[in-house]
């Protein structure tokens, strides 16, 4: 399995719909940021996006043949692609878009297919009794069943955000550490 991607820890959440990904995400940010985490977010959407709109001038240049185009302004900036439907699929190509030099974890919500260790989310009103991961990925679970029942991996209560927390900053860091281990040998 694949943990980092050009030295960069990576963590997926992963669940189906309406489980609470998004909402579990935005609640760790801040407490990753706050432990000192540069943190980057992958999503992945099975709908069509545009980010740029029409009679803006971004859009004209890309309409009249920019397959780039990067919009910079003084609060940050944004890179528009337009690439074949194939190009959106390799995850590691788009990571590598990432400034990852400036970054210590890169949080993915979706491509659960993907070779990187994954946090698996249940939510027990849509998805009935929570049954052991067959995902060799899955490193940790997360349930609003109760009682929690036992696993193989480490499991939290799905609103748990300061447990989920401190077990990605663990995780990061044993990574931090085996990369350093192996540097020096």
């Not at 309406?18 to 099975?46: F, M, Y």
Request: with cysteine.
């Amino acid at each position: 399995m694949r943990t980092t991607i050009d030295g960069v820890p990576v963590i997926g959440v992963m669940a189906t719909s309406g489980t609470g990904k998004t909402t579990l995400l935005r609640a760790l940010l801040p407490r990753l940021r706050d432990a000192g985490l540069r943190v980057a977010c992958v999503k992945h959407t099975h709908h069509h996006i545009e980010i740029d709109k029409p009679g803006k001038d971004s859009h004209t240049l890309r309409a009249a043949g920019a397959q780039q185009m990067l919009l910079a302004s003084p609060g940050g900036w944004a890179l528009m692609v337009d690439a074949p439907a194939t190009d959106g699929d390799d995850f590691t190509t788009l990571v590598r878009h990432l400034q990852l030099r400036s970054l210590d974890l890169v949080l993915v919500e979706g491509f659960k297919f993907e070779d990187f260790p994954k946090l698996a989310l249940h939510r027990y009103d849509l998805s009935g009794a929570l049954e052991p991961p067959t995902d060799a990925t899955v490193i940790a679970l997360a349930s609003n069943q109760r009682p929690l029942p036992a696993a193989a991996v480490p499991l939290f209560a799905l609103d748990d955000a300061a447990g989920i927390a401190a077990f990605i900053i663990h995780h990061c860091t044993q990574l931090s550490a085996l990369r350093a281990d192996t540097a020096r040998t």
